[in-house]
C-alpha cells in the first residue's frame, strides 16, 4: 500500500465515482445506473441538499476504490448512524489493504459525528467480503432481513389511502 490517500469526493469527481459505481454493478452481476441515474447521482451527491458523502481512494495518484455513505438515525440508541451504501476496491488491489483503510476513515468519520454505530449490508454469497468484515470485528447479522419497496410497488402504496 504505497503513497495511499484517501479524500472527500467533490462534484469534480462525479465521473469518477459513477465509473466505480458501473464497476461494483458488474462485480455483484447487477445493472447499473442508465444515463439518467448518472445524471440524478451528480445531482443527489453535489447539488443544492447532497443525499450521500463519497471517500475516494488513491494509490499513487491512481483511483483504487471508494465507499459512498449517508446518515440515518437510531431512535434506540438515539444517535446518528453512518451507512455504507458501497464499498468497492478494484479487484486487482484487494488484499492491498485499501478496503480496510476506507473503512477506518468511515470509523473516524462515523466517531467524529457522534455516531452509535457503523451499517451496511452484504450479499449472501460474497464470503470473502464477510470474512474480511468479521476480521475487522464486524457482526454479519443474520436476524434482520431486508424489506423493499421499489417501482411500481412505491408508487402504489404512495397513492394509497
Not at 43 to 63: I, K, Q, S, V
Request: net charge negative.
Amino acid at each position: 500500500m504505497s503513497d495511499l490517500h484517501i479524500r472527500r469526493a467533490g462534484p469534480e469527481d462525479a465521473d469518477l465515482v459513477i465509473r466505480f459505481i458501473h464497476a461494483l454493478a458488474e462485480y455483484e452481476k447487477l445493472e447499473g445506473p442508465d444515463s439518467e441515474g448518472e445524471e440524478r447521482i451528480r445531482t443527489y451527491g453535489w447539488g443544492e441538499r447532497p443525499h450521500f458523502e463519497c471517500l475516494l481512494a488513491f494509490e499513487e495518484g491512481m483511483p483504487v476504490g471508494f465507499a459512498l455513505y449517508f446518515y440515518q438515525f437510531s431512535t434506540f440508541a438515539a444517535r446518528p448512524t453512518l451507512y455504507l451504501e458501497d464499498l468497492f476496491v478494484y479487484p486487482d488491489k484487494r488484499g492491498g489493504g485499501y478496503g480496510k483503510a476506507l473503512l477506518v476513515a468511515l470509523a473516524r468519520e462515523a466517531v467524529s459525528q457522534e455516531c452509535g454505530r457503523m451499517d451496511w449490508m452484504v450479499l449472501d454469497w460474497n464470503e470473502p467480503a464477510k470474512e474480511f468484515y468479521r476480521s475487522l470485528g464486524a457482526d454479519v447479522m443474520k436476524e434482520w432481513e431486508l424489506c423493499r419497496l421499489s417501482g411500481q410497488a412505491l408508487v402504489d402504496v404512495a397513492a394509497s389511502d
